[in-house]
């Protein structure tokens, strides 16, 4: 079946980059997702990439997809305290559902 | 616009009651929703489909008979937990999409319930 994983915790300073990564299973995946999620809170999308993309920039936020590799990646610019939760990777095939994987708890120090 | 709320964020029940969760589209129709449970530390899994006026497809291994789920309206869709036990405490949360495809970039999430079954 479908699996998508990520490792469980990254630490980084306050103003470095912290670069979070994904792997998946599924060569179906249409789209992939990056979702936040604060303690005791839902999800919050971060963004999206579409699967013929190879990066998609938003702000500090930049996505990197490998599809070869079956890679994707989220790279946070200026990273700042406010920016320490969860970060979920998803993926799902077109009009199908959405397959997290365990989640990184991304830990900024100042 | 796309806001989901939950109600009640938070429960705390007796082993054995039931335990309705609501989940509301506040500012659009939403014809699918979605109802998701997370334990600590652990990824979100989905445990149900919910179409408006239609019966719930059940992801495999969920106990529909356990997890009630009604979508009786565009706005509204109901978990319920039967005879709960303290396994069942989890984090519940729900997410909703506005089209029937179900495209998943469209799906919006809930604040999240936390039960908590004693």
């Known amino acids: 079946g479908e699996d998508v994983e990520q490792s469980l915790f990254l630490s980084v300073r306050e103003g470095d980059s912290s670069v979070i990564n994904c792997t998946y299973t599924d060569s179906s995946s249409t789209y992939l997702y990056w979702y936040k999620q604060e303690p005791g809170a839902g999800l919050q999308l971060l963004t999206y990439i579409f699967s013929n993309m190879d990066m998609k920039q938003d702000q500090r936020l930049t996505v990197l997809l490998n599809k070869k590799d079956k890679h994707l990646s989220l790279r946070i610019a200026d990273t700042q305290t406010g920016d320490s939760a969860i970060y979920f990777c998803?993926?799902?095939?077109?009009?199908?559902?959405?397959?997290f994987g365990q989640g990184t708890e991304l830990s900024v120090k100042p | 616009g796309a806001v989901v709320s939950q109600h009640p964020s938070w429960v705390i029940c007796k082993s054995g009651t039931s335990v309705k969760i609501e989940c509301r589209s506040l500012?659009?129709?939403?014809?699918?929703m979605f109802w998701y449970r997370q334990f600590p530390k652990q990824s979100l899994m989905l445990m149900a489909t919910s179409n408006e006026g239609s019966k719930a497809t059940y992801e495999q291994g969920v106990e529909k008979d356990k997890f009630l789920i009604n979508h009786a309206s565009l706005t509204l869709s109901t978990l319920t937990v039967t005879s709960a036990h303290p396994e069942d405490s989890s984090f519940y949360i729900c997410?909703?999409?506005?089209?029937?495809?179900?495209?998943?970039?469209?799906?919006?999430f809930g604040p999240g319930t936390r039960l908590t079954v004693t």
């Open positions: 500012d659009f129709q939403a014809t699918t």
């Open positions: 997410s909703a999409t506005r089209g029937s495809s179900g495209i998943s970039y469209e799906q919006y």
């Open positions: 998803a993926e799902s095939s077109l009009g199908g559902k959405l397959i």
